[in-house]
């Protein structure tokens, strides 16, 4: 007996087929060949749904990732304006509560002024160093109306692109990473033509801070004293 491709089965569910192909599948069909009859009503399933959902618009949000993840060839400008980013806010460097001599927290939090946006970052490293997961939000105080989505927003390692998204329509972003020297966020505007970059820090990993919490203070080291014994 001879069987059909999966391609003739797919043609056969869309009515791609003379009539005559039509004949001689539904024959088959009529044979009992269980395998075929598997194929092709898995094709008719396939092409039923497809034939509902042509007439439906995909959410917003999936749009926004799909472009992020396969992004579309364009044209950027070889020349851009760098926007200089400014650190106006470092949790690693913000004072210790009255009383307590020190303290350690996991991640890092810290917000830059790029002319007139705003860029609010959070840090979380994973278990292990290799990995960090990135939140942002990229906003305008002067401007709270101003369009913020579909901002390109690029992690890079020198010239390589790390990962790639895009803002929603709050500026709000995220994307996990592995953890490499010299990594920069880099935000595109106006198609290309200017640019917002700033330096990530490498975080240190949850298990690392944990196993240093257990660790207790460094013991002081005995002085040896200078006199003879007598």
């Not at 192909?21 to 008719?44: Q, S, T, Y």
């Not at 240190?204 to 013991?219: E, I, M, N, R, Y």
Request: net charge positive; proline share 5%.
């Amino acid at each position: 007996m001879t069987h059909f491709s999966m391609a003739a089965w797919a043609d056969f569910a869309r009515g791609l087929i003379t009539e005559g192909e039509v004949r001689i599948m539904e024959a088959h069909l009529g044979g009992n060949c269980a395998d075929c009859k598997d194929i092709a009503l898995f094709w008719n399933k396939v092409s039923t749904i497809s034939s509902r959902m042509a007439g439906r618009s995909a959410p917003a949000a999936a749009v926004r990732l799909a472009k992020a993840i396969f992004p579309v060839n364009r044209t950027v400008p070889k020349r851009f304006i760098r926007i200089a980013a400014e650190l106006i806010f470092d949790s690693r460097v913000t004072p210790a509560l009255a009383g307590m001599r020190s303290g350690w927290q996991v991640g890092w939090q810290c917000v830059y002024r790029a002319g007139e946006s705003i860029i609010d970052l959070r840090i979380e490293p994973g278990y292990n160093a290799s990995r960090a997961a990135l939140i942002g939000q990229v906003s305008n105080p002067s401007l709270p109306g101003d369009k913020l989505s579909d901002i390109t927003v690029q992690l890079k390692s020198g010239r390589a692109v790390v990962a790639e998204t895009r803002t929603n329509r709050y500026g709000e972003f995220q994307f996990e990473y592995v953890q490499q020297p010299r990594l920069q966020l880099c935000f595109i505007l106006d198609g290309g033509s200017r640019r917002i970059q700033v330096p990530m820090k490498k975080i240190a990993s949850h298990k690392a801070l944990t196993d240093q919490s257990h660790l207790g203070p460094v013991p002081a080291r005995k002085r040896q004293g200078t006199g003879s014994s007598s």
